[in-house]
């Protein structure tokens, strides 16, 4: 069986939590604006490239959170076999997961909320696209916040550098 | 660190294996109320974001304020239909039927449409509504004989649309109303019918025979609604409920006009609505004219709808101006309900509600543009 240190099996479930709860918000947003789409696409086939910036926007929180992830991997030591993490910066892993696992978690669903229903509006008066994009990219920032913090606590809390 | 919270944790009994399998139970629970919690709404929302753009995508392509004035100019009845042929929802049907048929067959699908596309929660309620054409096409039916026209005449009058439409078809050459009830016997309308039937051959009308017909549609519509158990249902009862009211006030109003008593009026009324409840309806019905109906409304939110068109009422001495302001306020109250749940039921009550308005009001233009040199001015005035 591998020697894994408390640390970084902590780092393992930030890394989890990190993917986990960013990935779900990201996939409920992102098949609730696909929901719209379809329906968009299937009563006005011009459409289908604008149904797709807006089914790709609830993307990027899965991007974050799998970003996050693959950074406490790294420099817990799981991938790359570096040394293993102290259970202090461990702790500190789980706080950063939690930190763009939640996040994404409430931006991704918010943000497939907002693109499905800018869909429904474009659909209904195509003036409403550059509207609808600025709405629907509102509830990005809550994403980033905790992307950033993410990055903060990773620095400051001694997993990076 | 690490070996202070080892050691409190060794104090208390606890090793470190077993602290992170805590961890990871207490990870899990928190992350599993955080799913159900947020993800419940999103559930709710869920159905209705297909649907939803579909029927904003038809909405987007209603015609506009500016479009109807347009059509309201055309000099005839030709230009009208030319002026529907550019545009692709009405254009197919131009193309075979005449414009009244089209109009009928285009709101027929657009309900077949609803149906089809509506959410299982409120599905029951919508393929009721697409039932209209199967009523319409076997009140067509019983008019025709009424009046005695042949089978070509009285397959014209059909509207070709509804789940019925072959069985209702097969029945023009029928030759009797009796016959064409005997015939509808084992469907839906057969037992509806057959209770009117009796009053229909004493008083020879075929008002009981339209009014059971009517009276049942509104009733299951109702009844599809009754148990409001979400937000999405309360609209959709709210709208429904609307609708049954104002069908039996134009009734009341309408017999009332006529000079019909309340025996007479109950009959053919459907006996309990959503504001206007059974006692209220009574109340109604024994009013001596029009005006008392209005005031006896007191306290109900039809009561300024028709005290507003009370005074035109008084000048013209027509009823028909109750009835537009009761069809406005039902295309307001659509309109505020659809802007109660933009992410569930509202868009689709808003969508159907438009339809029909515009549907209407084409109709009122097509009729309208068959007189010669009918003012557009008085065209505009009629429409909803």
Known sequence: MVEIALGTALAAIGAGVAIGFAGLGSGLGQGMAAAGSVGAVAEDSEMFSKGIIFSALPETQAIYGFLIAILLLVFSGLLGGGAGLSTTAGIVAIGVGASIGFAGLGSGMGQGIAAASSVGAIVEDDEMFSRGIIFSALPETQAIYGFLIAILLMVFGGILG | ?384
Do not use: C, H
């Open chain 2, 1 to 384: 660190m690490a070996d202070e919270i080892t050691s409190i944790l060794e104090t208390i009994g606890i090793t470190p294996e077993t602290f992170i399998v805590f961890m990871i139970v207490v990870i899990m629970v928190v992350g599993a109320i955080v799913v159900i919690v947020t993800t419940r709404p999103i559930l709710d929302i869920y159905p209705y974001l297909n649907p939803i753009a579909k029927v904003r995508a038809r909405k987007g392509r209603l015609f506009s304020e500016k479009q109807i004035t347009e059509i309201v100019d055309a000099n005839n009845t030709g230009e009208v239909v030319n002026y529907l042929r550019g545009f692709p929802d009405y254009a197919p049907y131009l193309d075979n039927y005449s414009l009244d048929k089209a109009l009928d067959i285009q709101l027929a699908d657009t309900y077949d449409l609803i149906y089809r596309i509506a959410p299982k929660e409120i599905k029951k309620s919508f393929k009721i509504m697409s039932k209209k054409t199967d009523i319409y096409n076997i009140k067509s039916l019983i008019i025709a004989k009424e009046v005695g026209f042949n089978a070509d005449e009285t397959r014209d009058l059909l509207i070709p649309s509804g789940s019925m439409y072959d069985n209702l078809e097969a029945l023009v050459d029928s030759d009797n109303i009796t016959s064409i009830v005997t015939a509808l016997d084992g469907t839906e309308y057969g037992s509806v019918l057959e209770d009117a039937l009796p009053k229909y051959e004493e008083t020879n009308m075929i008002l009981p025979l339209e009014a059971a017909l009517d009276n049942y549609y509104l009733k299951n519509l109702l009844a599809s609604t009754e148990v409001p158990a979400d937000e999405n249902k309360q609209i959709l009862f709210s709208y429904v409920g609307t609708q049954v009211d104002i069908a039996n006030l134009k009734l009341i109003i309408r017999a009332k006009e006529d000079g019909l008593d309340y025996n007479t009026i109950s009959s053919y009324i459907l006996s309990d609505g959503y504001q206007l409840r059974e006692w209220k309806l009574k109340d109604l019905m024994e009013s001596q004219d029009v005006s008392n109906i209005v005031s006896s409304l007191e306290g109900t939110k039809y009561a300024n709808i028709l005290s507003d068109a009370l005074a035109e009422y008084t000048e013209k001495g027509n009823v028909s101006v109750f009835e537009k302001a009761l069809d406005s306020y039902l295309a307001k109250s659509a309109n505020s309900l659809a802007l109660k749940k933009p992410l569930g039921i509202g868009p689709i009550i808003g969508y159907v509600s438009k339809k029909e308005t515009e549907i209407r009001n084409l109709k009122i233009i097509a009729r309208a543009k068959r007189e010669a040199n009918y003012p557009a001015s008085k065209i505009m005035e009629m429409l909803i």
